[in-house]
């Protein structure tokens, strides 16, 4: 029996795979009482909720909108014909924050963390010829020990309410899209692939789990269908001449078919596109494919109006077109790993990602993005939360891993978003973290993590840990803004000289800077918050930035606008988008354009 795989759903002859996304019926349980209630057979008094969304921004009661605490979904399906004896599968993008999930009446599993795909067999829990009623028990607290990290508070009439130490709005719900997959009994639960380059040949070196003991045979499609390479065994290589690579904003995507084979008789197949590519870091630079580049595109989120952060494939159109627009070939899974849907697409479009994992907030502060810059240290990592915290955040980076290690756009894993890493705690805590991850990408790929102004050179201990670094600033806005840009300027060379000075012979991306800007704010001269100063703030980093070497990236802060908690700081959300939360540029757009064009 499969334990856990985390393929993508894929049909063929032998695999079926169909999707339960539509209405599904929603109800709250603010009492946490509809486990004893036996609401796992079914829901009381549901209204109806679309799947894959956010629930809160469909509201316009506002205590729905927030609502924290537990919630349930429901929904039915019927197996399909010849589906009577296939192991199957109920396959959710991901549950948030952490789910159970029942199939007429039985708990089939729990999963924890909010961003990554939950699985259960249902094989023996459904009923052939009759509905079936698929149960999900929801809860979206946030708190110290799980990612991300936050608290819970509860109001004077015991109403519960999200306080994120994060800077995006707790949206919680079914966010991708929930799948029922039907499969032979022996079957191919994962697979994984590295590749060496031999001058204009590569070698695809790949590797196969299966559940059973039959013969494994492997080949590749180029892009016209046509088998280029073919090996069989459960582990070996491919060779294939004249290979096409995937290059940056430039891609070219093989197809890889996996086969189970008895007695001659293919019994499993699973296929997926992926591209031939490596990447190394030499000195101070990120090689692809053994060539040089340099990282240009933005921090993103997965939020979109009214759907939160439900994934919908015409939001990721339009920002892949928006991005290319602006002729950027990167952005980083700001700050939780991102629908599989995202990598697909950036795999086709041949963008680099930064792939993160849902380690944000590790500092106690509601108004974290503030606290960063002040100086202060913030207890964190000396708490009795962290063992847990520990344990979730290298299960949740394996489980990233694990789902994402195949997509050739992902180059590197960032494990972290601003946490205090001033004390030796800080260290130990990450020290073990990174001994995790080092153990679980096949490819190798490099590790870092974003860190806040806080991390200064003499102060933080955790770069170290890091084969690049990343460094998420805010001269211009938090520190020296407006009248005072000259100022930041300085502080910002004087800062980049300081790791200069260090001679540490490793790349530096900048994976944060931004402004938070009205669309349609004018002002001449300009002041904060108006589209005029948006462009000469980023005039002015980027002025610095080609005075350094070893800085190989800009990732710039955000993409678009975004919700977040509401507050003095934030006008009814993020502003510092690039492009409005409907996706149209700003005028900082076209500095952006320009630049990267030229670049
Ligand atoms: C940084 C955070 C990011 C915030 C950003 C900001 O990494 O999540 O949204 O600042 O203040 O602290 O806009």
């Known amino acids: 029996m499969i334990e856990y795989s985390e393929l993508y759903p894929c049909s063929n002859a032998l695999r079926g795979a169909v999707t339960l996304d539509g209405l599904w019926k929603f109800q709250t349980d603010a009492k946490g009482e509809g486990e004893a209630l036996g609401w796992r057979d079914g829901l009381p008094s549901p209204i109806s909720m679309p799947v894959p969304a956010s629930f ?81 028990h929801l809860n979206n607290e946030l708190n110290e020990s799980s990612l991300p990290c936050g608290a819970t508070k509860v109001m004077p009439d015991g109403r519960k309410l999200a306080k994120p130490y994060f800077d995006f709005y707790n949206y919680s719900g079914i ?42 045979r492997v080949s590749l499609q180029d892009h016209s269908g046509k088998t280029v390479a073919f090996s069989e065994g ?169 789902r994402d290690k195949n997509h050739p756009s992902v180059f590197a894993w960032s494990l972290f978003n601003e946490p205090e890493t001033t004390s030796q705690y800080a260290y130990d805590y990450f020290s073990a973290v990174f001994a995790a991850a080092r153990q679980l990408d096949p490819q190798h790929r490099p590790l870092t993590g974003a860190f806040e102004k806080n991390s200064q050179p003499e102060l933080c201990q955790c770069y170290p840990l890091c084969d690049f670094i990343c460094l998420n600033r805010y001269y211009g806005w938090y520190i020296s803004g407006g009248p005072e840009i000259d100022e930041a300027e300085a502080l910002l060379r004087a800062e980049l000289d300081k790791w200069q000075a260090k001679n540490l012979h490793v790349p530096f991306v900048f994976t944060e800077l931004g402004t938070d800007t009205l669309p349609g704010e004018h002002k001449l001269p300009s002041i904060m918050w108006s589209e005029e100063y948006q462009k000469e703030y980023y005039e002015m980093n980027f002025r610095v930035f080609d005075d350094y070497d070893f800085i190989q990236g800009e990732l710039v802060w955000n993409f678009a606008d975004f919700q977040t908690t509401e507050g003095i700081m934030r006008v009814n959300g993020n502003k510092k988008g690039i492009f409005t939360r409907t996706r149209q540029p700003k005028a900082a757009a076209f500095i952006l354009k320009k630049r990267w064009e030229e670049r």
């Open 56 to 136: 809160s921004d469909f509201f316009t009661d506002p205590k729905m909108r927030d609502y924290t605490g537990d919630f349930w979904y429901e929904t039915e399906f019927f197996l399909q014909p010849g589906w009577e004896n296939r192991r199957l599968w109920v396959r959710f993008g991901s549950l948030t924050h952490r789910g159970r999930v029942f199939c007429n009446g039985k708990e089939l599993v729990y999963h924890e963390g909010g961003f990554l795909p939950v699985l259960a067999d249902i094989t023996d829990s459904v009923r052939p010829g009759k509905p079936n009623r698929l149960v999900v």
């Open 175 to 216: 966010h991708r899209s929930v799948w029922i997959l039907s499969m032979p009994e022996e079957s191919i639960q994962d697979y994984s692939v590295t590749y060496t380059l031999r001058g204009e040949d590569a070698l695809v070196h790949y590797s196969v789990v299966t559940n059973g003991t039959n013969a494994v």
């Open 234 to 402: 459960a582990e070996g290589t491919l060779e294939v001449t004249k290979a096409h690579l995937w290059q940056v904003r430039n891609a070219y995507l093989y197809t890889i078919v996996l086969e189970i084979v008895e007695n001659d008789r293919v019994i499993d197949r699973y296929q997926e596109k992926i591209g031939i590519r490596t990447v190394r870091i030499e000195g101070t630079q990120i090689l692809i494919n053994e060539k040089p580049v340099y990282l240009k595109g933005y921090g993103k989120h997965e939020d979109f109006e009214l759907l939160g952060r439900g994934f919908q494939w015409g939001v990721a159109k339009r920002d892949f077109e928006c991005m290319k627009w602006t002729e950027a070939n990167c952005f980083r899974t700001s700050h939780y790993p991102y629908a599989e849907e995202w990598y697909q697409f950036a795999d086709e479009e041949g963008f680099l990602i930064l792939d993160e994992v849902p380690a944000v907030g590790m500092m106690r502060s509601t108004r974290n993005f503030v606290a960063a810059g002040t100086g202060q240290y913030t207890y964190f990592f000396e708490a009795p939360t962290v063992p847990q915290l520990l344990a979730n955040h290298i299960q949740c980076t394996e489980e990233m891993m694990k």
